[in-house]
């Protein structure tokens, strides 16, 4: 993240408070987890709220205008997701208050927005899962939601992209398939099983490279091509 320009070019310094702030920004999110540990949920609150208020200051905006455009999806990647799990605490912790329950759903929408697209977007999309199974979830409605918003307009397609990684027309034509599935109940449950297990053989195939070639050549390759000419 960078000071933005002046109109005549010149970079905008900031005052030294912010500066400092974002300097020790790290040591307030963890004492904000801190305090989650230790179950002092106002206390986290206050601490993940003065967290992105201090990003949100860096960038000369408000938190409820953070975004990820602010940061670089490279370089900014850790930072990003520490502000998703921001977000994803403060969902949880304003969901416990009827009061509070809009301003659940506006951080879980932020949770989503600073989740799809990353490579822990499947990993936060577990965290909703478990949430969600384990009952704690008042507002079950908003975050099941929540869930199947990140899995269908997630653009990984774990299976068909590790087979056909340079075949844009193929993921583009199986991407759009992924989203008319997901207007049916059985297309959404197809898509969850689809982000439960198709990350874990990617994975398998990357740690055994003979088994990746076999299976990739004889098995994968050909299932995937065929479904992309079945939907196109």
């Not at 993921?171 to 599935?181: E, H």
Request: aromatic fraction near 14%; charged fraction near 30%; proline fraction near 3%.
């Amino acid at each position: 993240m960078s000071n933005k320009k002046k109109d005549d070019g010149e970079v905008e310094e900031l005052n030294e408070g912010v500066k400092n702030a974002y300097a020790e920004r790290l040591k307030t999110l963890k004492q904000a987890l801190d305090f989650v540990a230790k179950n002092d949920l106002p206390k986290s609150v206050e601490k993940f709220k003065h967290y992105l208020g201090i990003l949100a200051a860096y960038n000369r905006t408000d938190e409820k205008h953070l975004t990820p455009k602010m940061f670089d999806p490279e370089r900014d990647v850790a930072e990003l997701l520490l502000v998703s799990q921001a977000y994803w605490n403060l969902a949880k912790s304003y969901d416990k208050s009827p009061r509070l329950r809009q301003e659940s759903v506006r951080c879980l929408q932020q949770f989503i927005q600073f989740s799809i697209g990353y490579k822990y977007q499947h990993a936060n999309a577990q965290l909703i899962k478990k949430f969600l199974r384990s009952g704690q979830a008042h507002n079950k409605k908003a975050f099941q939601q929540a869930y199947e918003k990140i899995n269908v307009r997630s653009k990984n397609c774990y299976l068909a992209t590790h087979a056909y990684p340079e075949n844009e027309d193929l993921l583009n034509t199986l991407r759009a398939f992924k989203v008319k599935l997901a207007k049916y109940s059985a297309g959404i449950i197809f898509i969850n099983r689809y982000y439960d297990y198709s990350p874990y053989i990617v994975n398998s195939f990357e740690r055994n490279r003979s088994l990746d070639f076999v299976f990739n050549k004889l098995f994968l390759r050909p299932i995937i091509y065929l479904i992309y000419k079945v939907v196109k």
